[in-house]
């Protein structure tokens, strides 16, 4: 008997296993694997919104025998029919992929599978809507004079491919045969959007009714008592139906005759104004620590269920009472100001003044409207100022009275008078203004801004910065802090995200051209803005600008409370914020003459300078 383990006696019973194995026929075969068949074509990968998809495969079977077909993958409304798979893509389907998968049997038991993706051109459909907050609640209005953009898609080569947008029925446009990605949607050189997306919503916030024109002169005689002297204003929640006048001194009753003339021919009109506001501002000292001194609203009158006839003499009357009071503590962290304007410019920039205000947005609530009308101040720094600025202004005047808050400081809390109903939106907006001196050939001043607009519901003190500059930005792949000469007119930046603040919802690029004009005490450079970009990226590629020219480019870090820049870039909420960088002198030449490929704009692009151009770039 054998023993346990390995010993001969385990060879000898193996062997005689493997002989009876084989006598029997067990293991003694092989099986092969049928060849799998060959796919002789490729499937197209071009293909546009409503158009007629098809393919049809070729396939061989090397064995000789036939082959079938199955379509195992395929977006909705793909059909496999007498060895052709026909597709509609849908709008949904467009420039987004759409994955096929083909899976083909040979008789003999073989197989394989081709695979592949369309991402089919489509149409780009713009809505404008608007929104309009009146008296009566928001209302919705499809806008009928727009100017209908067009897609700029960037091609391998750098240049730009332009497809144009065509008018479509009131509050729509369409732009059709975009490719899937990012492109830039562009009215003009001052809205130019880098999106994807294949439905925008172009519509804007309004604060008060879309008024008709008027023709006609319209008058009012003012008697209103219970006046101080100075600055009397009126406001109505309706754009462009608000004026301002004075009490003279010793006076306590204001008496006035005015006649409002059409502008160029019409005015808005007044016959939409069912409710008046007057009040008057009186001076008020912020704490003990600075000389910070603004203006709050004091005594106010309210008139409501007026019937106001354009063309006509209306008659108004009443009395000023003081206003409900309510209070704002100002806490402001002023280091962290200043220090948001370190590594901003070429050159160390200069804080120069600062502004604090609080307003209230007629008829709008839960949200930001986009400001064609002026708001109502509560807290001004000057009596009667526009607050509607909720993000960098390059027409802003500079030289506030309010000086620079570079500590920490608390200003208590400042008493102000608010007459108006509860549910409007109450905000309080802080902005600092800092500039830098430099420019070689162009010395000037180059304005930047850091502030933000709060809803006064949610404001915390102490007041810290929300936006943040971006950082380490570039232009060509050179810090954008350096000036240079480029041989090229399309220029690509790139800059990485703020740290600090809240989350950006994007960045906004304005080119400015440096241009010599008469200052009114002689000539001397001022920069124009030619173009604004858009985008939430951290890097971008504008179309070609015009070249020959000292070009000041700034990137703004924008924070908001609903903006998408991608789908709805004009609807706005708060908390709102930004923040400025500013570069140096960058001169664009015509790269031709270098050997290099001038980038070029195909179709129809035009270097267009629009109306801004006559602006002042000024923060």
Not at 173 to 199: E, K, R
Not at 228 to 239: A, E, H, M, N
């Amino acid at each position: 008997m054998c023993e346990r383990g390995f010993s001969p006696c385990v060879l000898l019973v193996s062997f005689f296993s493997l002989l009876i194995l084989s006598a029997c026929g067990g293991g003694g075969s092989s099986t092969t694997s049928a060849a799998a068949p060959v796919f002789s074509t490729q499937a197209p990968t071009a293909a546009s919104q409503g158009a007629p998809y098809t393919y049809t495969p070729a396939l061989t079977d090397p064995a000789g025998g036939t082959v079938t077909v199955a379509l195992t993958a395929a977006p909705t409304g793909a059909a496999l029919s007498a060895s052709t798979i026909s597709w509609t893509p849908t709008a949904l389907q467009s420039r987004v992929p759409n994955r096929f998968t083909l899976t083909a049997s040979t008789s003999e038991g073989g197989s394989a599978t081709q695979s592949w993706t369309v991402s089919p051109s489509g149409t780009i459909t713009l809505n404008y809507t608007d929104t309009y907050w009146t008296e009566n609640g928001p209302t919705q209005q499809k806008e009928t004079n727009f100017a209908v953009p067009n897609a700029l898609v960037p091609q391998a080569d750098g240049s730009f491919l332009t497809l144009n947008g065509v008018y479509v029925s009131p509050g729509v446009a369409q732009i059709l045969n975009v490719p899937a990605g990012y492109f830039w949607l562009t009215a003009d050189w001052f809205n130019s959007f880098w999106t994807s997306s294949s439905t925008v919503d172009l519509g804007q916030d309004y604060i008060g009714a879309n008024t008709s024109r008027s023709t006609q002169a319209t008058s009012f005689t003012f008697s209103i008592s219970g006046v101080s002297p100075g600055q009397i204003f009126l406001d109505t929640g309706v754009p462009y139906c608000q004026f301002a006048d004075y009490v003279l001194p010793g006076s306590t009753t204001y008496s006035a005759n005015i006649t409002i003339e059409p502008v160029n021919g019409s005015l808005a009109g007044w016959s939409p104004v069912h409710t008046i506001y007057f009040h008057q501002f009186a001076p008020a000292s912020l704490g003990s620590a600075s000389p910070l001194t603004d203006y709050v609203l004091g005594s106010s009158l309210t008139l409501s269920n007026l019937t106001l006839i354009d063309g006509a003499t209306n008659n108004i009357s009443g009395t000023l009472q003081p206003s409900p009071q309510t209070s704002l503590n100002i806490d402001i962290l002023g280091s962290q100001w200043a220090a948001a304007f370190n590594n901003v410019a070429p050159t160390p920039v200069t804080l120069q003044a600062s502004n604090l205000e609080a307003f209230a947005e007629p008829n709008v609530v839960g949200r930001s409207a986009y400001f064609l009308a002026s708001t109502f101040p509560l807290v001004s720094p000057i009596p009667g100022y526009d607050l509607a600025s909720v993000e960098p202004s390059y027409d802003r005047v500079v030289g506030l009275p309010q000086p620079a808050i570079s500590t920490d400081t608390d200003f208590g809390t400042l008493q102000y008078g608010d007459p108006y109903p509860a549910p409007w939106t109450r905000a309080v907006n802080f902005y600092q203004v800092a500039y830098a001196s430099y420019g070689g050939d162009y010395p000037a001043y180059y304005y930047l801004l850091n502030g933000e607009t709060l809803p006064l519901s949610s404001h915390l003190a102490p007041l810290a910065p929300l936006a943040t500059p971006v950082r380490n930005p570039t232009i060509n792949g050179a810090s954008l802090y350096t000036e240079a000469t480029l041989n090229t007119t399309t220029v690509s930046l790139s800059w990485s995200a703020p740290t600090g603040g809240s989350t950006p919802y994007g960045y906004s690029v304005v080119a400015g051209q440096v241009l010599t004009v008469d200052t009114g005490g002689g000539q001397g450079p001022a920069v124009y803005p030619i173009a604004s970009f858009l985008t939430d990226k951290t890097s971008a590629t504008l179309p070609p600008l015009p070249e020959g020219y000292y070009y000041i480019f700034y990137i703004t870090t924008l924070v908001d409370g609903a903006a998408n820049v991608e789908s709805s870039p004009y609807r706005r909420a708060l908390p709102s914020a930004y923040a400025q960088v500013v570069s140096a002198p960058i001169v664009l030449i015509s790269a031709l003459n270098s050997g290099a490929q001038k980038p070029v704009t195909h179709a129809n692009a035009k270097a267009r300078r629009p109306r801004w151009q006559q602006r002042p770039l000024r923060p």
